[in-house]
């Protein structure tokens, strides 16, 4: 059956967003080309949109000559602004951007770990209202938000998990209730490797698994282009992954003796330590100093050692998935960068006998900002642009 008239715009109206989108401000003919409709039909489009304050002319295209240029015609990033959240333990970053995600304001705020959860929750948020206020970005109208733990793939809640501060998941509803703006969460990493799929290190790749390498651990799948969350949300919880050289076993509450006992920051700082190149005591948030450092000094025997941990972790996941490709990301894993994925590729060959590319993540600690605006923005875009 045919589409009816009014669906039939629709679904070119939406062609042609899509190329302004990916392709910037275009021409009426180069939406013709591109979306293979006719001159009356994209003539119809074009008077559409900007009727409805979706398009507007940003300027004019070709060289000067007699008559008219070509009037170039943009999304008008105005149309709706939008949020992202990085909360981790030890604070919450924000970013507020336009629709076509260009960054209008960043911000920051500490949260002490003894800090009272009503105190914690109510800086974070005045964090967001008073970051979208400067920069003009009010009312906001999608939120989406980074967070360590698992998400209820029937709700889309972060769920209570041991071990995280309760301001986490009370944050989610303070928003909820503060705010015009429809709030989105999402599990940090996979957030992460969403990011570096778009814009970093996988921009290749359908098929990988990126390792977070951070003060905690965690994995993210992506098979056949699409993330991959397990039926309860926990797809990539590596941290509670069994292995050798850890003082016991995991358990459902903690993951100390698991792969996080081995790679986590407070484990690489252990080892660090063990190979003289740090005191005791030194913080955990050092980890990725360290590395870096040790990178840059050629000290072999602490990352060939470091290697060795992080292969056990990267051999069962390429075991059970074959995804073709590891990625090392977050903080340590970008300190590592090429170094450390090359160990980490020699040991897997030898471990395993499939193919797999180790490579280091190129966005660091700032994955996860950047993979909850593209989150938010392709949230904001398909509610305006159906609109």
């Not at 903690?254 to 252990?270: K, N, P, T, V």
Request: aromatic content about 2%; charged content about 20%.
């Amino acid at each position: 059956m045919p589409a009816s008239p009014r669906t039939a715009r629709a679904i070119n109206d939406r062609l042609a967003l899509r190329f302004l989108q990916t392709e910037g401000p275009l021409t009426a003919t180069q939406l013709k080309e591109l979306t293979g409709l006719s001159r009356p039909t994209v003539a119809d489009l074009v008077e559409r949109l900007t009727a409805s304050g979706l398009i507007a002319v940003v300027g004019e295209a070709g060289a000067q000559r007699r008559g008219p240029n070509a009037k170039l015609y943009g999304i008008v990033a105005g149309r709706a602004h939008l949020a992202a959240l990085d909360v981790r333990t030890e604070g919450v970053r924000v970013a507020v951007c336009d629709l076509l995600g260009a960054v209008l304001a960043e911000a920051s705020v500490p949260v002490d770990v003894g800090e009272p959860t009503g105190a914690a929750v109510e800086r974070a948020v005045a964090l967001v209202e008073r970051t979208a206020k400067e920069a003009g970005a009010e009312p906001l109208h999608t939120v989406g938000i980074g967070a360590p733990g698992l998400i209820d793939p029937a709700t889309g809640e972060l769920r209570d998990s041991s071990g995280l501060p309760e301001w986490h998941r009370r944050l989610v509803a303070a928003l909820q209730e503060r705010l015009p703006a429809r709030v989105l969460v999402e599990n940090e990493t996979n957030l992460a490797a969403l990011a570096e799929q778009r814009d970093g290190a996988t921009r290749d790749r359908d098929e990988f698994v990126l390792l977070w390498l951070g003060l905690g651990i965690g994995a993210a799948v992506v098979l056949n282009g699409k993330l991959r969350r397990g039926a309860s949300g926990g797809a990539g919880e590596v941290g509670f992954l069994p292995v050798p050289g850890t003082a016991g076993l995991p358990s459902a509450t903690a993951c100390d003796g698991g792969f996080h006992s081995l790679a986590g920051s407070a484990a690489i700082l252990e080892l660090a330590v063990a190979h003289g190149l740090v005191g005791p005591g030194a913080p955990v948030e050092r980890a990725a100093e360290v590395v870096r450092e040790a990178v840059a000094d050629g000290a072999d025997p602490f990352l060939d050692a470091l290697a060795d941990r992080v292969v056990l972790g990267a051999a069962a996941v390429v075991a059970v998935l074959d995804p073709g490709c590891v990625v090392l990301a977050g903080e340590v894993g970008r300190a590592g960068g090429d170094v450390l994925a090359e160990r980490v590729a020699a040991r897997l060959r030898w471990m395993s006998p499939l193919v797999t590319e180790v490579r280091p993540g190129q966005l660091g600690g700032g994955a996860v900002l950047r993979g909850a605006l593209l989150m938010a923005q392709e949230a904001a875009q398909e509610a305006v642009f159906a609109s």
